[in-house]
T-cell receptor, first 111, second 113 residues
Framework: DQQVKQNSPSLSVQEGRISILNCDYT??????FLWYKKYPAEGPTFLIS?????DKNEDGRFTVFLNKSAKHLSLHIVPSQPGDSAVYFC??????????FGTGTSLTVIP | DGGITQSPKYLFRKEGQNVTLSCEQN?????MYWYRQDPGQGLRLIYY???????QKGDIAEGYSVSREKKESFPLTVTSAQKNPTAFYLC????????????FGPGTRLTVL
């Protein structure tokens, strides 16, 4: 039962352009969402989060948008840089403090 | 520096042997977690602990065991009952039950020969 889904396993973007990574969830009780970035053979690093009381949160080149009615969130990276090439996971905790992760989207930024 | 450490980075074991993966944090976090990552898959929760001397099974707890005798330590034992133990194991911690971010260690790559 995948409560958090990332339907695009991979994405390629030209350097300087916008990267848009998508995430869908099924549990309407989720009220906090996170994005993590992960390089091979390393632990994920926290990137940005959003509370369900907001529909947008911005941090430098990274912006997360939340559409509660569609149970959808997206991560925008503008402008994309080669160092952004990594796997991106979205995640959400339930009320019991258990986190659910998507399967990840591998982003490749082409120089 | 505060953080989460996992050791060793790479671990090799023979089939049928139990092996314990270390996870230590000096962030004074209450909650700790163990995940497993396999190629092409997301992070799957093995066990988590909200406080000392208490832990809960995650989605794939079979063949694993944990202990939480100290706040800063949450070791994971991969037993011989785990059918496919070769994977990348990640430990994480979080401040407490309130809304917040989970922080990850660098991971341990376990290979069973």
């Amino acid at each position: 039962d995948q409560q958090v889904k990332q339907n695009s396993p991979s994405l390629s973007v030209q350097e300087g352009r916008i990267s848009i990574l998508n995430c869908d969830y099924t549990n309407s009780m989720f009220d906090y969402f996170l994005w993590y970035k992960k390089y091979p053979a390393e632990g994920p690093t926290f990137l940005i989060s959003i509370s369900s009381i907001k529909d947008k949160n911005e941090d430098g080149r990274f912006t997360v948008f939340l559409n509660k009615s569609a149970k959808h969130l997206s991560l925008h990276i503008v402008p994309s840089q080669p160092g952004d090439s990594a796997v991106y996971f979205c995640a959400a905790p339930n009320t019991g403090n258990q986190f659910y992760f998507g399967t990840g989207t591998s982003l490749t930024v082409i120089p | 520096d505060g953080g989460i450490t996992q050791s060793p980075k790479y671990l090799f074991r023979k089939e049928g042997q139990n092996v314990t993966l270390s996870c230590e944090q000096n962030l004074n976090h209450d909650a700790m977690y163990w995940y497993r990552q396999d190629p092409g898959q997301g992070l799957r929760l093995i066990y988590y602990s909200q406080i000392v001397n208490d832990f809960q099974k995650g989605d794939i707890a079979e063949g694993y065991s944990v202990s939480r005798e100290k706040k800063e330590s949450f070791p994971l034992t991969v037993t011989s009952a785990q059918k496919n133990p070769t994977a990348f194991y990640l430990c994480a911690s979080k401040v407490d039950r309130s809304t917040g971010t989970q922080y990850f260690g660098p991971g341990t790559r376990l290979t069973v020969l």
